[in-house]
């Protein structure tokens, strides 16, 4: 029997940081005591319940007009945001406490406050989100979202082809134990320029691991 878990009514899409910036150029108010980060998941989340409640309805959880009509309703939006450098060291120090390495320790201790203190670009990333989770109440509300893509590709739909600025790819989301959350502000062309250049290595390793059997049988032959 299957468990049916929040993930399961959970949906993903990255967030460009061009997508960020739109939001702060036209949405954000800087009189507006709710925090940036705050009013940013409010539009999203208002946003995103407008659409895909304008969106066809599916019939999923019933029929008749007061199915069509009910809204779709968001229940939680969460942000992943650029923290890689300092999860890459706190998972450094863990290693280093483990080993009782204490004056390195202590060394990437004083590292870690001195970027924090003093590095006001670093602030910035681990604030600036890089991707969106959001969950939804219903199966009929997920199932829209799960068709989103299809759904801004209609003609009577083009109008919501960009979201901020530009387009985004919703997807179900990944499992909390499966995302390597220091990896989130990786974009597609990143990952796959990674790919490429580790795909580029490991031909160049064949090639010469080729010419080196081939040189060796070579004069093997030639020694006979």
Avoid at 93 to 119: C, F, P, T, V, Y
Avoid at 135 to 146: A, C, D, I, Y
Wanted: aromatic share 12%.
């Amino acid at each position: 029997m299957k468990t049916t878990s929040a993930a399961d009514y959970t949906l993903e899409f990255k967030i460009h940081p061009e997508m960020y910036e739109y939001f702060q150029e036209k949405y954000l108010d800087e009189t507006n005591p709710i925090s940036e980060i705050g009013q940013f998941r409010t539009y999203v989340k208002d946003e995103m319940e407008s659409r895909l409640t304008d969106f066809p309805c599916l019939y999923i959880d019933g029929d008749g007009e007061e199915e069509r009509d009910r809204p779709v309703k968001i229940a939680i939006i969460t942000f992943a945001f650029n923290n890689s450098e300092i999860i890459h060291n706190l998972r450094k120090r863990g290693l280093l406490l483990g080993k009782e390495k204490w004056k390195k320790i202590e060394k990437l201790q004083k590292k870690m406050s001195d970027r924090l203190a003093n590095s006001q670009e670093l602030l910035d990333k681990m604030q600036t989100p890089v991707s969106c989770f959001m969950t939804l109440e219903t199966e009929e509300g997920k199932s829209r979202g799960e068709l989103y893509n299809d759904t801004v590709e209609l003609e009577d739909y083009a109008h919501y082809r960009t979201f901020l600025g530009s387009e985004i790819d919703v997807k179900q989301a990944s499992e909390p134990t499966d995302i390597i959350w220091e990896n989130r502000h990786f974009t597609s062309k990143a990952r796959f320029l990674r790919t490429m250049i580790v795909a580029f290595i490991v031909f160049l390793m064949l090639c010469v691991s080729f010419f080196l059997i081939f040189t060796a049988q070579k004069t093997s032959l030639a020694m006979k």
